[in-house]
C-alpha cells in the first residue's frame, strides 16, 4: 500500500514535469546568439541600476513607506522606457508576486516554479530558445535592504505593512530572507 502511494507519487512530479511547456535551454549559448543575449542582459542591468537608484534615494529621502509609494508608481513606467529606449521587453516577476502585472510569461513560468523557494546563489542564469526570439532569465537575490519590504510579514513596520495592503491588496511578496531567490529579470530579444 505504501509503496503504491509512493509510486504514484512519483507519477505525478514526473507527470508535472513533461506537461509543463518548457523550452529548450541554450547551453552553451550559440556563438551567434550572444550578441543578443548581451544586448538582453545590458537591458535587465539597466533597469535594475534605475529601479536600485530610486529605490536608495527614496528610502534615505522618506524611508520605506514612502518608497512603497515611488515603487509603485514608477516600477512600471521605468521598466517599459527602458524597454521601450532599447527596443528590448524586459520585466521582473516571481514565484511569490506583489504585482499581479508581473505574473511570469508563460516560457517564464516553469524556470519561476522550479526555482520557488531556493537560494539565489543556487539558481543559474538561463538562455531559452524562443523559436524566433531568445529569452534570458537573470536570479534576483533578496539583499538586506530588501527585507523591509520583502521580510517577514510580522517583521515588517506598521507604515510599511498599511502602504502595501493599500497598494497592493494581493501581495504575496513577503516572507524573504537576505540570500532567498526573490525573482527573476527576464528579457525577450529577436534572434
Ligand atoms: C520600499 C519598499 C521596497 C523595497 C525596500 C524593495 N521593494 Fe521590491 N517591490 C516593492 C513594491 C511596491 C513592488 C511592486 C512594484 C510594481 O508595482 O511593479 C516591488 C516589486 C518587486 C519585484 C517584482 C515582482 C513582484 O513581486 O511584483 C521584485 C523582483 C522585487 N520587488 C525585488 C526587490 C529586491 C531585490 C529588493 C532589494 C534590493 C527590493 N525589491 C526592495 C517594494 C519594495
Given at each position: 500500500?505504501?509503496?503504491?502511494?509512493?509510486?504514484?507519487?512519483?507519477?505525478?512530479?514526473?507527470?508535472?514535469?513533461?506537461?509543463?511547456?518548457?523550452?529548450?535551454?541554450?547551453?552553451?549559448?550559440?556563438?551567434?546568439?550572444?550578441?543578443?543575449?548581451?544586448?538582453?542582459?545590458?537591458?535587465?542591468?539597466?533597469?535594475?541600476?534605475?529601479?536600485?537608484?530610486?529605490?536608495?534615494?527614496?528610502?534615505?529621502?522618506?524611508?520605506?513607506?514612502?518608497?512603497?509609494?515611488?515603487?509603485?508608481?514608477?516600477?512600471?513606467?521605468?521598466?517599459?522606457?527602458?524597454?521601450?529606449?532599447?527596443?528590448?521587453?524586459?520585466?521582473?516577476?516571481?514565484?511569490?508576486?506583489?504585482?499581479?502585472?508581473?505574473?511570469?510569461?508563460?516560457?517564464?513560468?516553469?524556470?519561476?516554479?522550479?526555482?520557488?523557494?531556493?537560494?539565489?546563489?543556487?539558481?543559474?542564469?538561463?538562455?531559452?530558445?524562443?523559436?524566433?526570439?531568445?529569452?534570458?532569465?537573470?536570479?534576483?537575490?533578496?539583499?538586506?535592504l530588501c527585507t523591509s519590504c520583502h521580510g517577514a510579514r510580522e517583521?515588517?513596520?506598521?507604515?510599511?505593512?498599511?502602504?502595501?495592503?493599500?497598494?497592493?491588496?494581493?501581495?504575496?511578496?513577503?516572507?524573504?530572507?537576505?540570500?532567498?531567490?526573490?525573482?527573476?529579470?527576464?528579457?525577450?530579444?529577436?534572434?
Amino acid at each position: 500500500m505504501r509503496l503504491q502511494v509512493m509510486a504514484w507519487g512519483v507519477a505525478l512530479v514526473l507527470g508535472g514535469c513533461s506537461s509543463a511547456p518548457r523550452h529548450r535551454v541554450l547551453e552553451p549559448v550559440p556563438p551567434d546568439v550572444a550578441p543578443r543575449v548581451a544586448a538582453a542582459e545590458a537591458t535587465m542591468t539597466e533597469v535594475q541600476q534605475r529601479l536600485f537608484k530610486r529605490l536608495t534615494a527614496e528610502l534615505e529621502r522618506g524611508g520605506p513607506a514612502a518608497a512603497v509609494t515611488v515603487c509603485r508608481d514608477e516600477a512600471q513606467p521605468l521598466t517599459a522606457s527602458v524597454a521601450h529606449e532599447r527596443s528590448i521587453e524586459v520585466g521582473r516577476t516571481s514565484h511569490k508576486l506583489r504585482n499581479p502585472k508581473n505574473a511570469p510569461r508563460a516560457w517564464v513560468a516553469p524556470f519561476v516554479s522550479a526555482a520557488a523557494g531556493a537560494k539565489a546563489a543556487d539558481v543559474k542564469p538561463v538562455v531559452v530558445d524562443l523559436g524566433d526570439r531568445v529569452g534570458v532569465l537573470k536570479p534576483i537575490p533578496t539583499a538586506p535592504l530588501c527585507t523591509s519590504c520583502h521580510g517577514a510579514r510580522e517583521a515588517l513596520s506598521p507604515e510599511v505593512a498599511q502602504a502595501l495592503k493599500d497598494g497592493y491588496p494581493t501581495d504575496a511578496a513577503v516572507g524573504f530572507a537576505p540570500g532567498d531567490l526573490r525573482g527573476f529579470f527576464w528579457a525577450e530579444v529577436p534572434r
